[in-house]
């Protein structure tokens, strides 16, 4: 790869993580401002969807919630450590796909991260339901964890189908 293509690859994903932490810190931001208004009454958007204010100190669903205040350091230099490997890791890769993928995960870990900084946990706020049954409330920093680990799998399985 030579060092104009570089340049030009590692811009567009400096912008592209960029915005992602935007999007992800933004929509935080809008929704504990309209919690805030509501008394931090839930808000029926469907009846499947409500959005809730959840402040979330543990990992993926709450686990590990008990962890004080070594997990919260635990876990956020993790998540910084790791997002940014696959930060630059994604500057010197050649498929689009991967470089979204790595792109994804990277900025949802340091989206998430800066929650643990600020807020001493990651602000939740989507509530997606069928009846009873909830789904652990989410952000969009983990939506595109989610999304990245998906496409990160789909690479790796038809990736290799495709070069074989």
Known sequence: MNKKV?????FECLAAFILLIVID??????????MLNNMFENIEIFP????VFVRNTGISFGLFSDGGLLGRYFFTSFAIVLG??????????????????LLMISSGAIGNAIDRIYFGGVID???FFIYTFHWPAFNFADIFITIGVILLCFENIFGKIRND
Not at 6 to 10: G, L, N, R, S, V
Not at 25 to 34: E, G, L, M, V
Not at 48 to 51: E, G, H, Q, T
Not at 88 to 94: E, L
Request: no cysteine; aromatic share 20%; glycine share 0%.
């Open 48 to 51: 499947f969807l409500n959005i």
């Open 6 to 10: 570089f340049h030009e690859y590692f």
């Open 125 to 127: 706020f989507i509530d």
């Open 25 to 34: 810190q933004s929509t935080k931001i809008f929704t504990a401002k309209i």
């Open 84 to 101: 940014s490997i696959l930060l630059i890791i994604s500057f010197f890769t050649k498929e689009k796909l991967m470089k979204l993928s």
